[in-house]
T-cell receptor
Framework: KQEVTQIPAALSVPEGENLVLNCSFT??????LQWFRQDPGKGLTSLLL?????REQTSGRLNASLDKSSGRSTLYIAASQPGDSATYLC????????FGAGTTVTVRA | DTAVSQTPKYLVTQMGNDKSIKCEQN?????MYWYKQDSKKFLKIMFS???????INETVPNRFSPKSPDKAHLNLHINSLELGDSAVYFC???????????????FGPGTRLTVL
Protein backbone atom coordinates (compact mmCIF):
# COMPACT_ATOMS: atom_id res chain seq x y z
CA LYS A 1 0.00 0.00 0.00
CA GLN A 2 1.42 3.34 -1.06
CA GLU A 3 1.99 5.85 1.74
CA VAL A 4 2.74 9.48 0.98
CA THR A 5 4.21 11.83 3.57
CA GLN A 6 4.67 15.58 3.33
CA ILE A 7 7.01 17.60 5.48
CA PRO A 8 6.60 20.15 6.94
CA ALA A 9 2.88 20.19 7.73
CA ALA A 10 2.93 24.00 7.82
CA LEU A 11 5.29 26.71 6.73
CA SER A 12 5.26 30.49 7.22
CA VAL A 13 7.70 32.71 5.36
CA PRO A 14 8.08 36.42 4.54
CA GLU A 15 7.35 37.50 1.00
CA GLY A 16 10.23 36.98 -1.37
CA GLU A 17 11.68 33.90 0.28
CA ASN A 18 12.02 30.67 -1.63
CA LEU A 19 9.83 27.77 -0.53
CA VAL A 20 10.89 24.13 -0.33
CA LEU A 21 8.17 21.51 0.15
CA ASN A 22 9.04 17.85 0.59
CA CYS A 23 7.13 14.73 -0.36
CA SER A 24 8.12 11.11 0.18
CA PHE A 25 6.43 7.90 -0.96
CA THR A 26 7.02 4.28 0.03
CA UNK A 27 6.51 2.44 -3.28
CA UNK A 28 8.70 3.61 -6.14
CA UNK A 29 6.67 1.73 -8.79
CA UNK A 30 4.77 4.81 -9.90
CA UNK A 31 3.73 6.20 -13.26
CA UNK A 32 4.05 9.81 -12.19
CA LEU A 33 4.08 12.22 -9.25
CA GLN A 34 1.74 15.18 -9.18
CA TRP A 35 1.63 18.41 -7.20
CA PHE A 36 -1.64 20.20 -6.52
CA ARG A 37 -2.65 23.41 -4.82
CA GLN A 38 -5.77 23.65 -2.64
CA ASP A 39 -7.22 26.97 -1.53
CA PRO A 40 -9.60 27.06 1.48
CA GLY A 41 -13.06 25.88 0.52
CA LYS A 42 -11.97 25.15 -3.03
CA GLY A 43 -11.07 22.18 -5.13
CA LEU A 44 -7.59 21.13 -6.17
CA THR A 45 -5.66 22.78 -8.97
CA SER A 46 -2.94 20.81 -10.73
CA LEU A 47 0.46 22.51 -10.64
CA LEU A 48 2.98 20.04 -12.04
CA LEU A 49 3.07 16.43 -13.20
CA UNK A 50 6.42 14.63 -13.34
CA UNK A 51 6.49 11.38 -15.26
CA UNK A 52 8.44 8.51 -13.73
CA UNK A 53 11.11 8.84 -16.44
CA UNK A 54 11.67 12.53 -15.70
CA ARG A 55 13.86 14.12 -13.04
CA GLU A 56 12.15 17.49 -12.88
CA GLN A 57 9.42 19.69 -14.28
CA THR A 58 9.17 23.48 -14.32
CA SER A 59 6.36 25.97 -14.68
CA GLY A 60 7.10 29.63 -14.08
CA ARG A 61 8.32 30.07 -10.52
CA LEU A 62 7.58 26.42 -9.71
CA ASN A 63 10.05 23.61 -10.06
CA ALA A 64 9.47 20.04 -8.96
CA SER A 65 12.07 17.30 -8.80
CA LEU A 66 11.58 13.55 -8.61
CA ASP A 67 13.97 10.91 -7.30
CA LYS A 68 12.00 7.74 -7.80
CA SER A 69 14.65 5.41 -6.41
CA SER A 70 14.68 7.16 -3.07
CA GLY A 71 10.94 7.85 -3.09
CA ARG A 72 11.21 11.61 -2.88
CA SER A 73 9.89 14.69 -4.65
CA THR A 74 10.51 18.33 -3.84
CA LEU A 75 8.52 21.36 -4.90
CA TYR A 76 10.43 24.63 -5.07
CA ILE A 77 8.59 27.94 -5.29
CA ALA A 78 10.87 30.86 -6.06
CA ALA A 79 10.35 34.39 -4.75
CA SER A 80 7.19 33.61 -2.83
CA GLN A 81 4.21 35.98 -2.92
CA PRO A 82 1.19 36.32 -0.60
CA GLY A 83 -0.91 34.79 -3.38
CA ASP A 84 1.09 31.57 -2.98
CA SER A 85 -0.57 31.02 0.42
CA ALA A 86 -2.45 27.73 0.14
CA THR A 87 -2.15 24.05 0.94
CA TYR A 88 0.10 22.09 -1.40
CA LEU A 89 -0.58 18.41 -1.93
CA CYS A 90 1.57 15.82 -3.61
CA UNK A 91 0.16 12.61 -5.01
CA UNK A 92 1.84 9.50 -6.36
CA UNK A 93 0.17 7.69 -9.22
CA UNK A 94 0.38 3.91 -9.59
CA UNK A 95 -3.09 2.89 -10.77
CA UNK A 96 -4.66 5.61 -8.59
CA UNK A 97 -3.61 8.84 -6.91
CA UNK A 98 -2.41 8.50 -3.31
CA PHE A 99 -2.22 11.87 -1.58
CA GLY A 100 -0.12 13.23 1.23
CA ALA A 101 -1.75 15.30 3.98
CA GLY A 102 -0.37 18.50 2.49
CA THR A 103 1.82 21.42 3.51
CA THR A 104 -0.04 24.59 4.44
CA VAL A 105 1.96 27.61 3.31
CA THR A 106 1.52 31.17 4.57
CA VAL A 107 3.45 33.94 2.84
CA ARG A 108 3.53 37.10 4.96
CA ALA A 109 3.47 40.46 3.18
CA ASP B 1 -17.66 27.87 -17.78
CA THR B 2 -16.99 25.54 -14.89
CA ALA B 3 -15.04 22.50 -16.04
CA VAL B 4 -16.09 20.16 -13.22
CA SER B 5 -19.17 21.11 -11.24
CA GLN B 6 -20.79 19.53 -8.21
CA THR B 7 -24.15 20.00 -6.57
CA PRO B 8 -24.92 20.74 -3.87
CA LYS B 9 -21.97 22.65 -2.42
CA TYR B 10 -23.19 22.09 1.12
CA LEU B 11 -25.34 19.29 2.46
CA VAL B 12 -26.53 19.04 6.07
CA THR B 13 -28.64 16.04 6.98
CA GLN B 14 -29.64 13.72 9.79
CA MET B 15 -28.16 10.31 10.50
CA GLY B 16 -29.98 7.55 8.69
CA ASN B 17 -31.06 9.65 5.73
CA ASP B 18 -30.23 8.91 2.09
CA LYS B 19 -28.62 11.62 -0.02
CA SER B 20 -27.08 12.12 -3.45
CA ILE B 21 -24.31 14.32 -4.79
CA LYS B 22 -24.12 15.09 -8.49
CA CYS B 23 -21.08 15.77 -10.64
CA GLU B 24 -20.81 16.95 -14.22
CA GLN B 25 -17.78 17.66 -16.39
CA ASN B 26 -17.79 19.57 -19.68
CA UNK B 27 -14.20 18.72 -20.64
CA UNK B 28 -15.04 15.73 -22.80
CA UNK B 29 -13.02 13.45 -20.51
CA UNK B 30 -13.44 9.69 -20.43
CA UNK B 31 -12.72 9.13 -16.73
CA MET B 32 -14.35 10.47 -13.58
CA TYR B 33 -13.55 9.98 -9.91
CA TRP B 34 -14.96 10.45 -6.43
CA TYR B 35 -12.64 11.36 -3.56
CA LYS B 36 -13.30 11.84 0.14
CA GLN B 37 -11.38 14.40 2.21
CA ASP B 38 -11.79 13.83 5.93
CA SER B 39 -11.38 16.24 8.82
CA LYS B 40 -7.63 15.62 8.89
CA LYS B 41 -7.48 16.73 5.24
CA PHE B 42 -6.46 13.33 3.88
CA LEU B 43 -7.81 12.92 0.37
CA LYS B 44 -8.62 9.34 -0.61
CA ILE B 45 -10.04 7.91 -3.78
CA MET B 46 -13.35 6.11 -3.52
CA PHE B 47 -14.39 5.24 -7.08
CA SER B 48 -13.37 5.75 -10.67
CA UNK B 49 -15.37 5.27 -13.86
CA UNK B 50 -13.96 5.09 -17.39
CA UNK B 51 -16.51 5.37 -20.18
CA UNK B 52 -19.27 4.58 -17.69
CA UNK B 53 -17.48 1.43 -16.49
CA UNK B 54 -16.34 1.08 -12.88
CA UNK B 55 -12.55 0.66 -12.85
CA ILE B 56 -11.59 1.58 -9.29
CA ASN B 57 -13.60 0.61 -6.24
CA GLU B 58 -11.71 1.15 -3.03
CA THR B 59 -12.76 -0.35 0.29
CA VAL B 60 -15.83 1.82 0.62
CA PRO B 61 -18.96 0.70 2.53
CA ASN B 62 -21.63 -0.55 0.16
CA ARG B 63 -23.88 2.22 1.46
CA PHE B 64 -22.04 4.30 -1.13
CA SER B 65 -23.17 3.66 -4.68
CA PRO B 66 -21.81 5.59 -7.65
CA LYS B 67 -23.76 5.85 -10.87
CA SER B 68 -22.55 7.08 -14.23
CA PRO B 69 -25.45 7.68 -16.63
CA ASP B 70 -23.03 8.95 -19.29
CA LYS B 71 -19.39 9.94 -19.63
CA ALA B 72 -20.05 13.49 -18.48
CA HIS B 73 -21.84 12.63 -15.24
CA LEU B 74 -20.92 10.68 -12.13
CA ASN B 75 -23.29 10.76 -9.18
CA LEU B 76 -22.76 9.46 -5.68
CA HIS B 77 -25.65 8.10 -3.66
CA ILE B 78 -25.21 7.43 0.04
CA ASN B 79 -27.70 5.34 2.01
CA SER B 80 -28.24 5.34 5.76
CA LEU B 81 -25.86 8.20 6.45
CA GLU B 82 -23.58 7.91 9.50
CA LEU B 83 -21.70 10.53 11.50
CA GLY B 84 -18.42 9.28 10.05
CA ASP B 85 -19.59 10.12 6.55
CA SER B 86 -19.16 13.82 7.33
CA ALA B 87 -16.42 15.04 5.00
CA VAL B 88 -15.81 16.98 1.83
CA TYR B 89 -16.45 14.92 -1.30
CA PHE B 90 -14.61 15.86 -4.47
CA CYS B 91 -15.37 14.83 -7.99
CA UNK B 92 -12.61 14.85 -10.60
CA UNK B 93 -12.11 13.95 -14.24
CA UNK B 94 -9.24 13.12 -16.59
CA UNK B 95 -8.89 12.27 -20.27
CA UNK B 96 -7.74 8.71 -19.64
CA UNK B 97 -7.70 6.28 -16.74
CA UNK B 98 -5.35 7.29 -13.93
CA UNK B 99 -3.10 4.28 -14.10
CA UNK B 100 -0.27 4.60 -16.57
CA UNK B 101 -1.15 7.82 -18.26
CA UNK B 102 0.08 11.33 -17.88
CA UNK B 103 -3.22 13.11 -17.85
CA UNK B 104 -3.93 15.67 -15.20
CA UNK B 105 -7.00 15.29 -13.05
CA UNK B 106 -9.35 18.26 -12.84
CA PHE B 107 -11.23 18.65 -9.58
CA GLY B 108 -14.63 20.06 -8.76
CA PRO B 109 -15.13 22.56 -5.89
CA GLY B 110 -16.25 19.89 -3.45
CA THR B 111 -19.43 19.11 -1.52
CA ARG B 112 -19.23 19.53 2.24
CA LEU B 113 -21.44 16.89 3.83
CA THR B 114 -22.37 17.25 7.49
CA VAL B 115 -24.25 14.44 9.17
CA LEU B 116 -25.93 15.37 12.46
Amino acid sequence: KQEVTQIPAALSVPEGENLVLNCSFTDSAIYNLQWFRQDPGKGLTSLLLIQSSQREQTSGRLNASLDKSSGRSTLYIAASQPGDSATYLCASNDYKLSFGAGTTVTVRA
Amino acid sequence: DTAVSQTPKYLVTQMGNDKSIKCEQNLGHDTMYWYKQDSKKFLKIMFSYNNKELIINETVPNRFSPKSPDKAHLNLHINSLELGDSAVYFCASSQGASGGNTDTQYFGPGTRLTVL
